[in-house]
């Protein structure tokens, strides 16, 4: 650990922005069927687990009273929660490298899903050749951010603003299945159709299955965002949507399983069947770690206060800005103002009247009086906040302060 000598601060953020990354990263390996990604999700998981000693041993350096031994609980808690996610996406990677199997089904209806990965080859003489990612704006062009880049047989995980693209790099992406023609178009890369299912007329148990496996990639991945929002701003109300979608994860789990088992007894080869029940398996222990973290927050456990400051300064901040009356998003609806592409946020739920409308689609309409939480690049959060009827001052302490437009 003495060789490494960084802040618990600094390794919770990394921690979270790698288990992230090894998820994306393993969910894009099946996708594409990419026996070198799902080996990267490995060497993350080497470098997590290291990751985790050391924040171990400086929570345990930390302890030096029972009050202090409380406080640093918490942050052991949630160090286990992001460590167990990280093995989950171990386990999706295992899929292409043990070659699991999975239906052609499951990687057509990941084209569908409300966040995808992408892989894109950057052209020579394109716009991205030869110039740093923070001048692509990428978030904002195409509502996708980085994950990795594979440069000849090198990967770089560690992508940063002034990484700078060349020819022939291997872009692996995610965001918003909006934003593919548009990223394609500044790489130079042809036209890509993404793969669909063969055309039935019948909905088989292994047609359900699929569907409800998508969901509950979608449902899992929400509830992790929607726990590290409710840790950085201690919203219980938050944490019971947690709750909620955790208890919606294990019935589909069931379900899911349920109609793997019947697709197996109507002649279907079982091999191709492993994956999506270790996908499931996955998706489901996903939704269980985001629990295990607003558990802090339900029982009124005290939080360690570098727990918000932490998870605050990953890669990706999480807002909560109500909407003021005649602002852009007043009145309109997700589809329509397209955040997801700019300023690059994702709205990871919405509350209104007291409740919570979670992981809300595009028909969802805002208006005056709602408050979204979303989660995005930090430099758009500007953007954001002025599309809300709000411009963000910095004040003298350091924090942000939302002031009404023009004041």
């Not at 090198?154 to 692996?172: N, Y």
């Not at 570098?306 to 609806?333: K, N």
Request: charged fraction near 30%; proline fraction near 5%.
């Amino acid at each position: 650990m003495d060789e490494r000598p960084r802040n618990l601060r600094a390794m919770l953020a990394e921690a979270k922005d790698t288990s992230e990354l090894m998820v994306d990263l393993a969910y894009a390996s099946v996708y594409f069927d990419d026996p070198d990604m799902a080996e990267e999700v490995d060497e993350l998981e080497h470098q997590m687990s290291e990751l985790v000693h050391d924040m171990r041993a400086v929570c345990v350096l930390a302890a030096r009273s029972p009050r202090e031994a409380e406080g640093m609980s918490s942050v052991l808690q949630v160090v286990s929660a992001i460590e167990r996610i990280a093995n989950d996406a171990v386990d999706i990677s295992h899929i292409v490298t043990r070659r699991m199997g999975i239906p052609r089904q499951l990687v057509a209806d990941l084209s569908d899903a409300e966040e995808v990965s992408h892989r894109v080859l950057v052209s020579d003489g394109s716009h991205m050749a030869n110039r740093p990612l923070s001048a692509l704006e990428l978030t904002v062009q195409a509502g996708m951010r980085v994950m990795a880049v594979r440069r000849g047989r090198q990967w770089i995980t560690d992508v940063r603003g002034d990484t700078v693209l060349v020819p022939d790099d291997v872009l692996f992406l995610r965001g918003s299945p909006d934003g593919i023609t548009r990223l394609r178009e500044l790489a130079a890369a042809p036209v890509w159709e993404p793969p669909r299912p063969d055309e039935g007329d019948d909905l088989t148990d292994l047609d359900r299955a699929v569907d409800v496996l998508v969901e509950m990639k979608n449902l899992s991945e929400t509830a992790v965002g929607l726990a590290y929002s409710a840790l950085v701003l201690a919203d219980r109300g938050l944490a019971a949507e947690v709750r909620h979608l955790e208890d919606r994860l294990d019935e589909m789990k069931n379900h899911l399983e349920l109609w793997v088992l019947r697709s197996a007894g109507s002649g279907l080869d079982p091999a191709a069947l492993r994956g999506l029940l270790q996908l499931a398996e996955a998706a489901e222990d996903i939704g269980d770690q985001a629990q295990a973290m607003v558990w802090l927050i339900e029982e009124d456990e005290e939080l360690h206060p570098i727990l918000g400051i932490a998870l605050g300064e990953a890669d990706e901040v999480v807002v909560r800005y109500p909407i003021a009356g005649g602002s852009a998003v007043d009145g309109a609806t997700l589809s329509e103002l397209q955040l997801n592409i700019e300023p690059g946020f994702n709205v990871l739920a919405v509350r209104r009247g007291g409740g919570y409308v979670y992981r809300p689609r595009g028909p969802v309409r805002l208006v005056e009086g709602d408050e979204i939480i979303a989660s995005g690049p930090e430099e758009g959060q500007a953007l954001l906040a002025r599309l809300c009827g709000w411009d963000l001052v910095e004040e003298e302490e350091g924090e942000d302060e939302l002031v009404p437009a023009g004041s």
